[in-house]
């Protein structure tokens, strides 16, 4: 039970970035690995709540994770280590943003809390949600999260109990999320996941 709970305290932040990634236009709130990329200033959605949604869904998938193994400095490890790193990245977007759009990203960061939801501030989404947006640009968002929990539960298994054994639960939902990312690697490949401006 304890481990699920982890599990779904994890997909809570997978599904923090879903609700970001499928209210956006394309060239925004992605994963850009060359440079700062921003077509326009996102202020609807998750990003009236807070400038940062993707992160806090990031935090909760590492937090989630982060108390599977049931002892106290693995939680406080990963949060310090969340605060160093996620601080300077957000610090450059920030940064980025400020020049780029100038008096209308200082408008918005004025009023929109930085990582902490403010629900007082919430704006419906100016775009209709795209499921292809969010199968398109998070396939292996799933799998990975997946993937840390099943390798967790080895990990645990052979430091605890002293042999290698295959949880059939764990080894199952490996397996579905697995499948899942496969097919949705097919219809990326194949273009079918693509959709006008998203």
């Known amino acids: 039970v304890w481990d699920l709970i982890c599990y779904a305290l994890s997909l809570f932040g997978l599904a923090i970035r879903v609700m970001t990634v499928g209210f956006?236009?394309?060239?925004?709130?992605?994963?850009?690995?060359?440079?700062?990329?921003?077509?326009?200033?996102?202020?609807s959605g998750m990003y009236s709540l807070?400038?940062?949604?993707?992160?806090?869904?990031?935090?909760?998938?590492?937090?989630?994770?982060?108390?599977?193994?049931?002892?106290?400095?693995?939680?406080?490890l990963v949060?310090?280590?969340?605060?160093?790193?996620?601080?300077?990245?957000?610090?450059?977007?920030e940064r980025f943003l400020s020049e780029k759009f100038g008096d209308q990203y200082?408008?918005?960061?004025?009023r929109t809390s930085a990582f902490w939801p403010r629900l007082k501030t919430w704006r419906p989404?100016?775009?209709?949600?795209?499921?292809?947006?969010?199968?398109?640009?998070?396939?292996?968002?799933?799998?990975?999260?997946?993937?840390?929990?099943?390798?967790?539960?080895?990990?645990?298994?052979?430091?605890?109990?002293r042999h290698f054994e295959l949880?059939?639960?764990?080894?199952?939902?490996?397996?579905i999320a697995l499948g899942v990312y496969a097919a949705l690697k097919v219809l990326k490949k194949l273009k079918l996941l693509n959709e006008p401006g998203r």
């Open 24 to 43: 956006v236009p394309r060239d925004t709130s992605g994963r850009n690995t060359s440079g700062q990329v921003a077509v326009r200033l996102n202020t």
């Open 167 to 175: 949880d059939p639960v764990w080894t199952a939902i490996f397996g």
């Open 125 to 161: 989404p100016e775009y209709p949600f795209s499921l292809r947006a969010v199968l398109r640009r998070e396939n292996s968002s799933l799998l990975a999260v997946t993937t840390v929990f099943f390798v967790l539960e080895v990990v645990s298994t052979v430091v605890v109990e």
């Open 106 to 110: 200082l408008e918005w960061s004025s």
């Open 50 to 76: 807070m400038r940062h949604p993707l992160y806090f869904g990031n935090f909760w998938m590492w937090f989630g994770a982060s108390l599977f193994p049931r002892v106290w400095w693995s939680p406080v």
């Open 79 to 93: 949060s310090v280590f969340f605060l160093v790193v996620y601080e300077r990245i957000m610090f450059a977007e």
